[in-house]
């Protein structure tokens, strides 16, 4: 079988092919670099179908619940996808885990697609694979998704999450489960369902649920409690009632700010995922997260220094350096004497705000702010010093042009790596408390360029 590009399997999906489907989540739960192309040619057609999330304790009977509203959905002609999330089981793809023995004839009926997911890693793959998957059943023309999780990790909660209508499952008799929606399934229930309400207790859980909602917080949509016994399919038709008026409520003002809220949470947990890829991916001069971790430990770095090396770092990752250089800080200005060349820029009004002999350079300062910038006068305390040297060559004059940058010595391995040609290929301590390296004029367009990063002030 030949491996379909991202626009013949699109193809596939939107026709609503299964194999294609398949395939299709197959990408999204392995992260497959194919599938944002995928998904940029299937997702202007989706946004039609109906995505319910189901939760609760192992046991609670969620899957008989997921399978008793597919065929509610089915008997009404309705094309329906279950994904079945379960981050703890090795089984991934069409594994059909213990459960869903309860579901057997809706495998074979063509009108249901089934599909188990256990993508672990980062926190947060889960429910963007999740989220991705369900895309491409929703433009593959499922009408209805049910998304079922398990347990009520931070993970599943996000998976959870994502659902339009989102139904936390519970029994009489597991003490536990009020403790599990206090620790935050709480505030993302739309519906309660206690199943299996044909047990003992079953009343004494649907009065605990409602004396939680009455202390807690909710707006406009009050979660209605409903009691099931799925097995039976007893309150089945009364849940998928429930689910019609919570959609209904959707659609005006309150449900539009929900489902804004949904879609920030999802671009934020792509975004979120992406740097923490870069981050983990840094390696070499520019920082690492280990070099970083590094000089934390030994205080040559403090936190938020570190994370805007890596910052800056991940930001410089393949492209240009956007946001490395922050500004142009000064212009140096090679003088014979400062107090000579001082009048004139005395007269502009652009006085000394700063004097300093750097002896590395030999040279005496000058700086004269001008805005965000400064001009530095440069006088040479020795015949030694480079601006000796440049004097006597071609006279006062333009004699660098300095930027500052974020991390100078993540600026230097990035002009390293290109083949510039430095004059330092280590920082050195420059004046006013900056750390700086020349860059030579050969690869700059004919300027001394200066490169300064501004260290943080000593403490007093
Ligand atoms: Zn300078």
């Not at 489907?21 to 197959?26: E, K, N």
């Not at 885990?97 to 256990?118: C, H, K, N, W």
């Not at 430095?422 to 490169?451: D, K, M, Q, Y």
């Amino acid at each position: 079988m030949t491996v379909p590009t991202p626009a013949e399997l699109a193809e596939g999906i939107l026709a609503g092919q299964t194999r294609a489907v398949a395939r299709g989540i197959t990408w999204a739960e392995g992260a497959d670099p194919r599938f944002p192309e995928l998904l940029s040619l299937i997702f202007p057609k989706g946004g039609r179908a109906r995505v319910v999330g189901l939760t609760g304790s192992p046991g609670a009977g969620k899957s008989t619940l997921t399978a008793a509203l597919a065929r509610l959905a089915r008997a009404e002609g309705k094309r329906v996808g279950i994904v079945a999330v379960d981050p703890s089981s090795p089984f991934s793809g069409g594994a059909i885990l213990g459960d869903r023995i309860r579901m057997q004839e809706l495998y074979t009926d063509p009108g249901v697609l089934i599909r188990s997911m256990a993508t672990r890693g980062h926190l947060g793959g889960l429910a963007r694979a999740t989220a991705d998957a369900v895309d491409v059943l929703d433009a593959a023309g499922f009408d209805e998704i049910l998304v079922e999780t398990v347990g009520v990790g931070q993970d599943e909660i996000e998976v959870f999450r994502l659902a339009e209508s989102c139904v936390v499952v519970l029994t009489p008799g597991m003490g536990d489960d009020i403790q599990a929606i206090k620790a935050g399934l709480m505030e993302v229930a739309d519906v309660f369902v206690v199943n299996k309400a044909d047990r003992e207790g079953a009343d004494r859980v649907v009065h605990e649920i409602l004396q939680m909602l009455e202390l807690g917080e909710h707006g406009a949509w009050i979660p209605p409690v409903l009691k099931t016994v799925a097995r039976a399919a007893t309150g089945i038709q009364e849940l998928r009632d429930a689910l019609e008026r919570h959609r209904a409520f959707l659609a005006g003002p309150e449900g539009a700010s929900r489902r804004r809220e949904r879609t920030v949470r999802r671009i934020e947990s792509i975004v979120q995922q992406r740097l923490l890829a870069d981050l983990h991916g840094l390696s070499g001069a520019n920082g690492s997260l280990a070099s970083e971790a590094e000089r934390l430990e030994g205080r040559t770095r403090d936190p938020f220094a570190a994370a805007e090396t890596l910052l800056a770092a991940v930001r410089d990752r393949g492209g240009p350096a956007r946001g490395l250089v922050t500004r142009i800080a000064h212009l140096g200005v090679a003088v014979e004497s400062l107090e000579e060349g001082g009048r004139f820029y005395d007269l502009l009004g652009l006085l000394e705000e700063h004097a300093e002999v750097v002896e590395s350079q030999k040279v005496s300062t000058s700086f004269r702010p001008v805005g965000e910038s400064s001009i530095e006068l440069l006088e040479p305390t020795s015949p030694e010093s480079p601006i000796a040297k440049h004097l006597a060559r071609r006279g006062p004059g333009v004699h660098h042009v300095c930027l500052e940058v974020a991390d100078v010595a993540a600026a230097l391995a990035k002009l390293k790596g290109a083949g510039v040609r430095l004059v330092n290929e280590e920082p050195f301590p420059g004046a006013h408390r900056c750390l700086v390296a020349f860059v030579h004029p050969a690869s700059t367009g004919g300027i001394l360029l200066e490169l300064s990063q501004k260290l943080p002030d000593e403490p007093r």
